[in-house]
């Protein structure tokens, strides 16, 4: 697909991007989302599907793969357009006034409107000073499935959140699960890591990862303490870094040089660009999926009285205007 014609692109496949793709369906405007990863869900879907969320409405817990699925499977009513694995890049105006954006999969889209949802935008993992000789052998920065990891000795590097979660993941799945990290104190939630001290995981503080050891596949790391470690799984949850990318050159403003400033009505200063979910600033932003499906549910609702100033900007309740089936 080399050209595509959309009255909306939603820049970010997370669960705010998909919840807007379904409320676009709603207000009938056709509708195509790109993301740079090559599935959908976002973070959640990369970092931490098995793991349960209790914030959704409506929802006492709910797994992100299961959340993921079902608001994909909400906006599948109305047949939006998935450009995955492409990252969205240059922005220009056409002579209709809409946005023509390219990606990077040389992909040409032309929207009346861009609802950008991108959550904390690009992310790439902190390398592992050590061991990255064996990134698809052994080594991994992300877990969003626990299969391959069944009966291996699993060890976790990091004191983050993802760090925590993961070796509470693995812990039923793999035969030993060992964290390893350089201090005393960890970042993780304080919940988390109360479980993760009462859990079997073995727990190594003041302690940094210094070698890796193998052939075609990872065998054992070494510590700084001098211990080795039986290892064929390697996770290193260092952190990530984000990255706005192409998006600073979109002309938007920025706050703190990562969020893109929007008004109540969720619009950038770019007439015709909007922003919901974590990207998005304001005064008093709260960053939760919960609130990022309101702001996008506002963002794309306005999003049609822009493309038709005629029409209304409450879209009627849902109950009387169902989704097709």
Request: net charge negative; hydrophobic share 45%.
């Amino acid at each position: 697909m080399n050209a595509l014609d959309v009255d909306v692109l939603i820049v970010g496949a997370g669960p705010v991007g998909l919840f807007g793709a379904y409320y676009a369906g709603v207000r009938g405007l056709r509708t195509a989302v790109v993301d740079s990863l090559d599935q959908v869900g976002g973070q959640v879907s990369a970092m931490y599907p098995e793991k349960q969320i209790y914030d959704i409405a409506g929802f006492p817990a709910v797994s992100g793969r299961h959340l993921i699925a079902n608001l994909k499977a909400q906006a599948a009513a109305y047949d939006p357009v998935y450009l995955l694995g492409q990252e969205a890049q240059r922005l220009e105006r056409s002579p209709r006034d809409q946005f023509l954006i390219k990606t990077s999969a040389g992909t040409e889209i032309t929207a009346g409107a861009v609802v950008v949802t991108g959550g904390i935008g690009t992310f790439t993992p902190r390398p592992l000073p050590a061991g990255e000789e064996f990134l698809g052998r052994g080594l991994e920065y992300f877990v969003p499935d626990g299969s391959g990891y069944a009966g291996k000795d699993v060890v976790v590097v990091g004191g983050g959140d993802s760090a925590v979660d993961w070796a509470l993941m693995l812990r039923p799945i793999a035969r030993g699960v060992t964290l390893v990290h350089r201090r005393a104190a960890f970042r993780a939630h304080p919940g988390s890591v109360e479980q993760l001290k009462a859990s079997p995981v073995e727990i190594i503080t003041d302690a940094q990862l210094t070698a890796t050891i193998g052939g075609d596949r990872l065998e054992q790391v070494q510590l700084s303490t001098g211990i080795t470690l039986p290892c064929q799984r390697l996770v290193a949850a260092l952190g990530f870094t984000a990255d706005l990318g192409p998006l600073r050159e979109w002309g938007l403003d920025l706050h703190d040089n990562r969020h893109l400033v929007v008004d109540s009505a969720m619009r950038t200063n770019v007439p015709g660009i909007f922003a919901a979910g974590d990207i998005a600033d304001y005064d008093g932003k709260i960053r939760l999926i919960a609130v990022g499906f309101g702001e996008v549910a506002t963002a794309i609702n306005n999003a049609a009285v822009r493309l038709d100033p005629a029409a209304q900007l409450f879209p009627g309740h849902s109950t009387d205007n169902p989704a097709p089936v």
